[in-house]
């Protein structure tokens, strides 16, 4: 199974700021998507991007992807407090999804 | 939009005593996983089940845990003798053509 490496592990800003996550990995993959999971909650699926794209944009959510670096980033614009979550990114090539140790945001009205 | 289903959300249980975890996956998902995730530790991935059988699992997934489908829309973890250590929110998702799907989770806390 394939990992994601999310970082920063932690990032505070300011309610209206803007959020930016990467994720760097090792192997070839087919897809990569981020989720989300609220404190003690479960997992959501925010995003996925295929390999061939470069950037995929869900409302306030803007990923990109690297192939060539092995690397993808998540921006959220014009945080909430609502944002406040931890953030994962992973990699679908052969299942199962493999989970790192996420970003933690943390959004200060 | 469908949803994967876990009951119950939270489940106490004391040391030594079987627990089983339900799960109702999407219906048209062929795939199903079992996912843990320890107090502030990473979510890992627990095993995997198709076609009526495991296709994968991890190291974690010894022979205190077994999962079935026992009727063709539960999905079951089952916890044998649990032990203190098993304390941990437990996740499934079931998997189709637009990817993985996670339900809510049954925290378990052993006693």
């Known amino acids: 199974s394939q990992q994601g490496e999310e970082d920063p592990q932690a990032l505070s800003i300011q309610e209206g700021e803007n959020a930016t996550m990467n994720c760097s990995y090792k192997t070839s993959i087919n897809n990569l998507q981020w989720y989300r999971q609220n404190s003690g909650r479960g997992l959501v699926h925010l995003i996925l991007i295929r390999s061939n794209e470069r950037e995929k944009h869900s409302g306030r959510l803007r990923v990109t992807l690297d192939t060539s670096k092995k690397s993808s980033s998540l921006l959220i614009t014009a945080s909430r407090a609502a944002d406040t979550a931890s953030y994962f990114c992973t990699l679908s090539g052969n299942t199962p999804l493999v989970f790192g140790k996420g970003t933690r945001l943390s959004v200060i009205a | 939009e469908p949803e994967v289903t876990q009951t119950p959300s939270h489940q106490v249980t004391q040391m030594g005593q079987e627990v089983i975890l339900r799960c109702v996956p999407i219906s048209n998902h062929l795939y199903f996983y079992w996912y843990r995730q320890i107090l502030g530790q990473k979510v890992e991935f627990l095993v995997s089940?198709?076609?009526?059988?495991?296709?994968?699992k991890s190291e974690i997934f010894d022979d205190q845990f077994s999962v079935e489908r026992p009727d063709g829309s539960n999905f079951t973890l089952k916890i044998r003798s649990t032990k203190l250590e098993d304390s941990a929110m437990y996740f499934c998702a079931s998997r189709g053509p637009k990817g993985y799907t996670f339900g809510s989770g049954t925290r378990l806390t052993v006693v």
């Open positions: 089940f198709y076609n009526n059988e495991i296709s994968e």
